[in-house]
């Protein structure tokens, strides 16, 4: 864990949880797993307020345990799992866009609450999109159920694993100190038979015909939520490597895009899609697929002919960028989609677009020619680039000294005198990667910190406006008068409107850069993730 | 009586006339004559006054010696030569004749002090000597630009010493390879977007994007841009360039021998592409391009809440 990520996780906790949570959940990133006495020793918090965080904790996935020997529970933070927070708004938008504003409220429900009940859930998503609706209409329980069915079969949510039954064993063990969850691979994505029949409630603060009887009876209903729902102990999280792939195969599908036309994008996609449930996250090529099966798989709307599909899926087994590669003939030909060369691509050109515009498009022309040529004297890098010697040493030099680049020498004779030893330039891009990700957390942190600074220096204005709206809304729901309310909204001055037009709209700009940076993030861990698990 | 021998010399035994003779059979072979060739032709001259006679031609300047597998040789030299080098000591036409074999890439003074075993001083004294009768001249060298080399006056410099097209006067024509850049660029990005609205079927679509480095070379010289002449290969850097610069890729198909632009069989064939991603979303941060990154930290002097790009970055 480099510190820039420790720096990140402590300020994401600390935004999203607390105080008390962050010193928990940053200590235990700094030292690794440790049992519980010694978190409570160390970080200097009672026994009681470390449980709870750990509580909080355990709930959103972050801290998971373990039993070691001698009996001893352990606790870890999973530091990658915490960056993840980052990520969550376009994980909403994500299922916004696949399933519309209802799968949008289920996947935003289930990441803020780490695990839930389907019956929780919908009933919460029930209630939320009723309030949203104009009067009168109710959202259905069987709409959202329908719509969380078709999210667990599409493997974006999927079920916690769970205490297994104990067994029927005739001497008594006493129980672990912790339990081990395990789930079995079929039940992940398995949608429990319920009957969930009801409509949501629209939370209601003026009296209303209807709302006259279920007051009385509104104990009563706390009362009847007492009973046992049917599902319970059976709990949902988002799955999170499921979205990733899907942003992945985004990215690909996008550079197809751009790189040759709309149709071949289209046909990838198709092959992705037909991929999707099949392939393993982490493979570095898809399954075959036949050149029929894509024939048949192609959405509805596009009408092309076999043989011109034929023709594009050979353009693209050709194509220089090597993302779609032809494994076999049989079928009409086996095409398969390299992953892993996907990804490295994505990785190279955001480096080299890093390159360009930090140091000019002559520097990204040397640092695409090492990169392609993986090892070059001098002259030879100012004989290809065809820039002049004196500029290519110094572009040269300063790729090095930001470690983009680095030197290899060959010697010619064993003591290595700097006149008869050969010096080739060349491209590390793993770690030149790495370099660049511990970039952008730290960037994150940054604009984090801006924010919360920006936050706090108006922090007077914020409280204030709060103020005023909340005097506005109870005189409008006691009927006050139209002068009466501009009075009010005359207290706050044109000038700290504009004030705080400005510091909402710097905000919002700092937040969307903040998710624009964690695209970035995203093209490179999956980089070098992918390079790990092959080497 | 006691007769004195007297040794009729034959008619031919002058000196002059032997020498003569053997300049006639150097010109009769060209290639040069060994001492067998002239002994075959004379041979009632004794040995002494054939060497005699070569010497003094060679001194003269009319015969080149040589030295080849079978024994030594002689040839004849250019007649133009001999005027030159009149007055001129040993030393300097061993010197003359060392540049003269450098041919057109030109020789160091320091070979030249290694072949001829000369010291430095009487090197240098002899090189100014022949400059200053206009015999040799200096041409910088474009990869070192403090060596000179030495070259006969009269021949072109090798394009290894000056350059070639990129350089004129030892200077790289940056603005010059700029615009080539750029025309062919253009000229590869009108043809992939003809290709794009024609619309046909992808293949043929996708085979009339490229262009091969011939037809680019073609239309280059027809622009007339350049003063210099420009070859294909000269074109053929410049399109790597693009590639570089990731704006065009090429590949390579096998073509036949006879077809125009194809160079051993197989053609290079060009295509304007665009970037595959949009620019990152690092850069688009005020952080991602700041050059002050690594002493920034929160409480210190730069910190992101007193950061003035963010300031103004916050403004736009």
Redesign the interface.
Known sequence: MTQAEIKLCSLLLQEHFGEIVDKIGTHLIRTGSQPLRAIVHDTGTSLDQVKKALCVLIQHNLVTYQIHKRGVVEYEAHCSRILRILRYPRYIYTAKTLYSDTGELIVEELLLNGKMTMSAVVKKVADRLTETMEDGKTMDYSEVSSTFCRLADTHFVQRCPLVPDPPESADAQPPPPAPTLSINEKDMYLVPKLNLVGKGKRRRSSDDDAAGEPRPKRPKQTAESKEPIPDDGIYWQADLDRFHQHFRDQSIVSAVANRMDQTSSEIVRTMLRMSEITTSSCAPFTQPLSSNEIFRSLPVGYNISKQVLDQYLTLLADDPLEFVGKSGDSGGGMYVINLHKALASLAMATLESIVQERFGSRCARIFRLVLRKKHLEQKQVEDFAMIPAKEAKDMLYKLLSENLISLQEIPKTPDHAPSRTFYLYTVNSLSAARMLLRRCYKSIANLIERRQFETKENKRLLEKSQRVEAILASMQATGAEEAQLQEIEEMITAPERQQLEGLKRNVNKLDASEIQVDETIFVLESYTESTMKRA | MAEVKVKAQPPDADPVEIENRIIELCHQFPHGITDQVIQNEMPHIEAQQRAMAINRLLSMGQLDLLRSNTGLLYRIKESQNTGKMKGSDNQEKLVYQIIEDAGNKGIWSRDIRYKSNLPLTEINKILKNLESKKLIKAVKSV?ASKKKVYMLYNLQPDRSVTGGA?YSDQD?E?EF?EVL?QQCFKFLQSKAETA?ESKQ???IQ?NSSFASSHEVWKYICELGISKVELSMEDIE??L??LI???KV???IIAAKEGTVGSVDGHMKLYRA?????Q???????P???CPV?DD?H?GGEI???N?IY?TEW?EF
């Open positions: 990869a990129w790289f940056s390879v850049n794009r079927n992808p293949m996708r850097t410049i790597n360039t570089y610069d990731g890729e090429m590949t592409v665009s970037p595959i991603i620019p990152t979303g690092l850069v688009r941060a952080c991602g391009l990154f920034c929160e910190s992101p809440s950061c963010m916050l």
